[in-house]
Structure formats: structure tokens, C-alpha cells
């Protein structure tokens, strides 16, 4: 459709509708659909892979080597290129810096035995951003772009895919706004950038939690289901008095009463009661839409495990805790995959969670997720890309 023309080394922007229908990706169409879009490609003079020590992996701070750009400019994305990871220059009046208009995405990539690229949900993570796009008035990027770039870019650094399990590739796709202007109104100028790094766990250990009462991350009508930068920068002070306090993340509560559990700090959050699994609905829109959280809670379902999408509050966690129907607490997330909570303290009293067995459902999934993302296992649910 919308190849260059042959020997052009020149890209044009024209080429590129606004908005392209998708009908989604999976594993059998990958290899078609990587050459339904001809990306230019500008290489590294040199790799920086020989300085890597992957064995060392601290997450999100080693990046590879190129990164896929598009630009949004008289209302069409035009420019796609992949280049060299680079810095960018910025106006310092650019929109985004003063009023915040800026999205994100994540997601991995996994290297199986035979060395074949496995991306997880990526389709999953484009729609996702599309309905942030729309929440903080920014253009939708259309599926098709923000699949082949993450196709192509991730190919084209295919050495940079960790393999073993517990090491991937965790993809950044995210979208600015590039208007240089100080009144508030949205930006007509936007970059998306997808670039990715090697990674080991974002949690090496069991996490512990604190329930925050005071602070507040997200009300109705706000924007806490869109994966947006604000929603990170005010997590960042309460955070911060609760790692003081020693404990790793907090438990957010619902805005209003502080009574309801919403989810943890860069991860959904489930329980175990009695052997049903308990988390948040998303419809008040508070919530983050987790891939991960949606992935667990399908398994489940294959499993015949009974799930509750509803609020649990904070008396109900603390009864269950205390009569012994509490079985295990974990969050679910891209970077922090299936996070155990160890201790979750509520109104300042510490709560140890009780130890779990192999047969513990979160171990379960685990396996099950894992088993799946590095291809060593049947994905019914078609939620494999490969390259
Ligand atoms: C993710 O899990 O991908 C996240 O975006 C959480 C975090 C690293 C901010």
C-alpha cells in the first residue's frame, strides 16, 4: 500500500493517511503485515551493544540502539523514520513541558530457544493509547503505524532482546506535544517515539504496601485511566513518604471516601479471597486498563476461577486478612509482570501476608504468562506477535 517508491531514499509525508483502519495482528499475518509499510531506516554508526552487560540488567536505564519517530504535523502523522536513539531538541516553550500533554505506553518483547522475536499484546497497548490520545485531546496514532514501527524497530534491534527467563525487551511507546506556545489550549503539533530497553525485573523481591488514605491519585471524571505523565508526577510525593516509611509502593484508594481499594503504584492490584480473584472494575475510570490485569483475569476465567470485578474496601481486606480468607495479594503490570505483595499496611498497622505454596494461583499464572510470552506454550488466545 503505502511503499516508497523503489530506490527513493526520500520519505513523503503523503503517503500516509490519517487515520488507517486496523483489524488487529496475530502471529500468522506478522510477516505480511511487516511489509505492508516501508519505514526508512537511518542505522547507528556504531552499536553500543558490545558495552552492554546483560547479565546486570537495572531496569529502564540501558537503551538501544534506534528508535522509530513519526511526526504529527497539519493533522497527519508524516515523517515516519527509524534512527538512531538520540536526544531531542525541544523549544523551551514547548506545550508539553509547561501543560503536560504527554502519553505513554509499555510493553516487551521475548527471545524463545530459537531465537524468534515474541511481542506480547502490542495491539492491545496501541488501543490503549489511542483512548489516553482521546482523554488528553491528542490525535489518535493509527494502529497500523504504531504496530509496524514497533515491528520493524524491535527487528531491527533484534540483539538487543535479552534471552532467559525474567529478561525481555521493554518497548516505550509515547506521544508529546511539540506546539511551542505558552497559552493553554491543545497542542496542533505532536512527536511519537517508540524506543526500548533491555530488562531484568522491575521487583526483585516481594513488594510491601502501604493503603494511602490522605493522598489521592485519581476521582471520576479525572484522568486516571489514561496512562498519562501527570498521573506519575502526582504519585511521586505520596510515593515518597511511603518508601520513607519503608514500604515499596502504596495501595491508592478511591478519591472521594478513601474506603475503596484502586490499585497500587505502577501496577493493578488482585486478591485472592477464599479462591475468588478480586480487583477493581475499571468503568469509573480511575483506573488503569492493565493489559497484564486483563490477561490474568481471562486466564482465570479459562480456569474456571471465580472472579469479582468490584471494589473491595479497605474494612473488607483487613477482615479477610484477619479470619484467614485472604489468601494471597499481588499486583499485575508489563514492568512489574506479577508482583507479591508481602506486607500491606492499613491505618499504620502492618499486615503480613500469608506465605503461599507452588499451587498458589499467582504462581500459577506466572508460569502460565511466562510460558506463553517465551513461546513455550500453546497462546489460545492469539496474544503473540513474532518476528
Ligand atoms: C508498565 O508497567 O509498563 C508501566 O508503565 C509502569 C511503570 C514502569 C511506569
Request: net charge neutral.
Amino acid at each position: 500500500m503505502w511503499k516508497r517508491s523503489p530506490g527513493s531514499q526520500d520519505f513523503n509525508p503523503a503517503q500516509y493517511p490519517k487515520i488507517i483502519p486496523f483489524t488487529g495482528y496475530s502471529a500468522s499475518d506478522t510477516k505480511k503485515m511487516k511489509t505492508s509499510l516501508a519505514i526508512p531506516v537511518k542505522k547507528i554508526a556504531k552499536s553500543k551493544l558490545p558495552e552492554i552487560n546483560f547479565s546486570n540488567l537495572a531496569f529502564g536505564k540501558v537503551i538501544s540502539d534506534h528508535m522509530f519517530v513519526a511526526d504529527y504535523v497539519n493533522g497527519e502523522w508524516t515523517d515516519l523514520r527509524i534512527e538512531p536513539y538520540a536526544s531531542l531538541q525541544l523549544d523551551p516553550a514547548n506545550a508539553a513541558l509547561h501543560y503536560g500533554q504527554s502519553i505513554f505506553e509499555g510493553m516487551k518483547a521475548y527471545k524463545n530457544e530459537k531465537g524468534e522475536i515474541l511481542i506480547f499484546r502490542g495491539d492491545a497497548n496501541a488501543r490503549r493509547m489511542n483512548e489516553s490520545a482521546a482523554r488528553m485531546c491528542m490525535p489518535e496514532i493509527p494502529e497500523e503505524i504504531f504496530m509496524e514501527g514497533l515491528l520493524q524497530l524491535v527487528d531491527l534491534d533484534r540483539n538487543w532482546v535479552p534471552t532467559g527467563k525474567g529478561s525481555s525487551l521493554y518497548i516505550r511507546p509515547f506521544m508529546f506535544a511539540m506546539d511551542n506556545y505558552i497559552g493553554v489550549k491543545p497542542s496542533d503539533t505532536y512527536k511519537f517515539i517508540i524506543f526500548t530497553c533491555p530488562v531484568g525485573a522491575y521487583y526483585s523481591k516481594p513488594v510491601n504496601v502501604k493503603v494511602e488514605t490522605k493522598w489521592t491519585r485519581a476521582t471520576e471524571g479525572g484522568t486516571g485511566a489514561a496512562k498519562t505523565a501527570g498521573n506519575y508526577a502526582a504519585s511521586l510525593y505520596p510515593a515518597l513518604q511511603a518508601q520513607k516509611a519503608g514500604y515499596d509502593q502504596l495501595l491508592w484508594t478511591d478519591g472521594k471516601s478513601h474506603s475503596k481499594i484502586e490499585e497500587s503504584g505502577t501496577m493493578n492490584v488482585m486478591f485472592d479471597i477464599n479462591g475468588t480473584l478480586v480487583t477493581a472494575p475499571t468503568h469509573t475510570g480511575t483506573i488503569l486498563k492493565g493489559i497484564t490485569r486483563d490477561s490474568v483475569l481471562q486466564l482465570a476465567k479459562d480456569w474456571g476461577k471465580p472472579v469479582e470485578e468490584r471494589f473491595l474496601t479497605v474494612s473488607e481486606l483487613v477482615e479477610a486478612i484477619e479470619n484467614g480468607t485472604l489468601k494471597e495479594a499481588f499486583g499485575t503490570g508489563t514492568a512489574a509482570t506479577i508482583a507479591h505483595i508481602a506486607k500491606i499496611n492499613i491505618e499504620g498497622k502492618d499486615y503480613t501476608m500469608p506465605s503461599k505454596g507452588p499451587e498458589a494461583f499467582s504462581h500459577k499464572v506466572l508460569a502460565e504468562l511466562d510460558g506463553i510470552k517465551y513461546g513455550e506454550i500453546e497462546d489460545p488466545h492469539h496474544w503473540i506477535v513474532k518476528i
